[in-house]
């Protein structure tokens, strides 16, 4: 069974910086596409950022130059470095994974993991 977990939220300071970590887990062989979605209190889930297998990286254009995405393939693992935090940064973080292949079935579908909270305040 596919699981996702991310862990590295909390509470930080406007202008502070955060490390987000995911680790995918299940007898996984690849992933196409990691990324972090996130939703703010009565708002929807939105797309911060996701990397492809290859690199290719894609961002919301409020996160531009803020945020970094990465991954490490060989450990299906993903981060998210998060600097010049801003209030309106304060969201329940999710990690996102698509196109995984395990146990050598090809699973077209999203998993999700449960949410890490960021809170940016002073």
């Known amino acids: 069974q596919v699981q996702l977990v991310e862990s590295g939220g909390g509470l930080v300071q406007p202008g502070g910086s955060l490390r987000l970590s995911c680790v995918a887990s299940g007898s996984i062989f690849s992933i196409n596409t990691m990324g972090w979605y996130r939703q703010a209190p009565g708002k929807q889930r939105t797309l911060v950022a996701r990397?492809?297998?290859?690199?290719?990286?894609n961002y919301a254009d409020s996160v531009k130059g803020r945020f970094t995405i990465s991954r490490d393939n060989a450990k299906n693992t993903v981060f998210l470095q998060m600097n010049s935090l801003e209030p309106e940064d304060t969201a329940v973080y999710y990690c996102?994974?698509?196109?995984?292949?395990?146990?050598?079935?090809?699973?077209?579908?999203?998993?999700w993991g449960k949410g890490t909270l960021v809170t940016v305040s002073s």
């Open positions: 990397v492809t297998s290859g690199g290719s990286t």
């Open positions: 996102n994974g698509r196109g995984i292949t395990a146990l050598g079935i090809y699973y077209d579908r999203d998993y």
